[in-house]
């Protein structure tokens, strides 16, 4: 009883979280590469929570996320396409099936080798990091002063050496774990799909046809597409990282202690 009630209390926290959180960004304007902090704690929320909150927490997170910052229009995407990809990487994370070691170290290798390419691709150069201080806005947030921004710059070796760090975090033990995280990759990969490839069909025949607006589908293709990346890659690193700590502790309180 007190684990159920523990887990709904850490879905709801999980979903405004994401609603929130959504409104802190990262930009890039030499590619238009664009992440929003919502999107790895959606990612992870999957991975720790299972299907049924990875999809409420996707679409009811950005679903309220797009009310507060002015896109009414992408409420249904989030509804679908969010809460779609959020069931089905809660789903596959679960499977329970044994995996291939190489296919399992094959599918981490690809996760961290595209992190590395949309790094070094969409998000190297000046950047803006920023929030949405004033809601329901939209495209009007600038026009209306809603953003505070500050500016930067990320080197592109910086996406090197995390890729090479991450690698190093997650293959820290392969030998003995490794194949434990393979349908973790499925699930993340996955996910990544639903995103961008659902995006895309919205953005090209919803938003024209039924809201009436034109945005440029191709582009945001690939704004998605990294952004899916990145989020999926730092959602791998923590769930690894909450997971090791958990073993920490069991293994500091065997039988039972941890919770004397």
């Given at each position: 009883?007190?684990?159920?009630?523990?887990?709904?209390?850490?879905?709801?926290?999980?979903?405004f979280f994401v609603c929130f959180s959504s409104g802190i960004f990262?930009?890039?304007?030499?590619?238009?590469?664009?992440?929003?902090i919502g999107e790895p704690i959606f990612?992870?929320?999957?991975?720790?929570?299972?299907?049924?909150?990875?999809?409420?927490?996707?679409?009811?997170?950005?679903?309220?996320?797009?009310?507060?910052?002015?896109?009414?229009?992408?409420?249904?995407?989030?509804?679908?396409?969010?809460?779609?990809?959020?069931?089905?990487?809660?789903?596959?994370?679960?499977?329970?099936?044994?995996?291939?070691?190489?296919?399992?170290?094959?599918?981490?290798?690809?996760?961290?080798?595209?992190?590395?390419?949309?790094?070094?691709?969409?998000?190297?150069?000046?950047?803006?990091?920023?929030?949405?201080?004033?809601?329901?806005?939209?495209?009007?947030?600038?026009?209306?002063?809603?953003?505070?921004?500050?500016?930067?710059?990320?080197?592109?070796?910086?996406?090197?050496?995390?890729?090479?760090?991450?690698?190093?975090?997650?293959?820290?033990?392969?030998?003995?774990?490794?194949?434990?995280?393979?349908?973790?990759?499925?699930?993340?990969?996955?996910?990544?799909?639903?995103?961008?490839?659902?995006?895309?069909?919205?953005?090209?025949?919803?938003?024209?046809?039924?809201?009436?607006?034109?945005?440029?589908?191709?582009?945001?293709?690939?704004?998605?597409?990294?952004?899916?990346?990145?989020?999926?890659?730092?959602?791998?690193?923590?769930?690894?990282?909450?997971?090791?700590?958990?073993?920490?502790?069991?293994?500091?309180?065997?039988?039972?202690?941890?919770?004397?």
């Amino acid at each position: 009883m007190f684990q159920s009630i523990r887990k709904f209390v850490m879905i709801i926290v999980f979903t405004f979280f994401v609603c929130f959180s959504s409104g802190i960004f990262i930009f890039v304007p030499s590619s238009k590469g664009l992440i929003s902090i919502g999107e790895p704690i959606f990612f992870l929320s999957a991975l720790l929570f299972g299907p049924s909150a990875g999809a409420f927490v996707g679409g009811m997170g950005f679903a309220l996320a797009d009310l507060l910052l002015g896109y009414p229009h992408y409420i249904i995407a989030a509804l679908a396409v969010k809460a779609s990809a959020g069931f089905v990487m809660g789903k596959v994370n679960r499977y329970g099936a044994s995996i291939n070691r190489f296919f399992s170290t094959a599918l981490s290798l690809l996760l961290i080798l595209l992190f590395a390419l949309v790094g070094v691709i969409i998000y190297s150069g000046d950047i803006y990091l920023g929030y949405v201080k004033t809601f329901f806005l939209g495209e009007e947030v600038l026009k209306f002063g809603g953003l505070e921004v500050y500016s930067g710059y990320i080197p592109e070796w910086f996406w090197v050496i995390a890729s090479i760090i991450i690698a190093f975090f997650i293959f820290r033990g392969c030998s003995k774990d490794m194949r434990d995280y393979g349908w973790t990759g499925v699930s993340l990969l996955s996910g990544c799909l639903i995103i961008v490839f659902g995006y895309f069909l919205y953005e090209t025949f919803i938003l024209p046809q039924i809201f009436k607006v034109e945005v440029d589908a191709v582009a945001n293709f690939y704004i998605h597409a990294g952004e899916s990346i990145l989020s999926a890659t730092i959602a791998f690193m923590l769930n690894k990282l909450i997971h090791f700590k958990s073993h920490q502790v069991l293994h500091a309180f065997p039988e039972g202690k941890a919770s004397a």
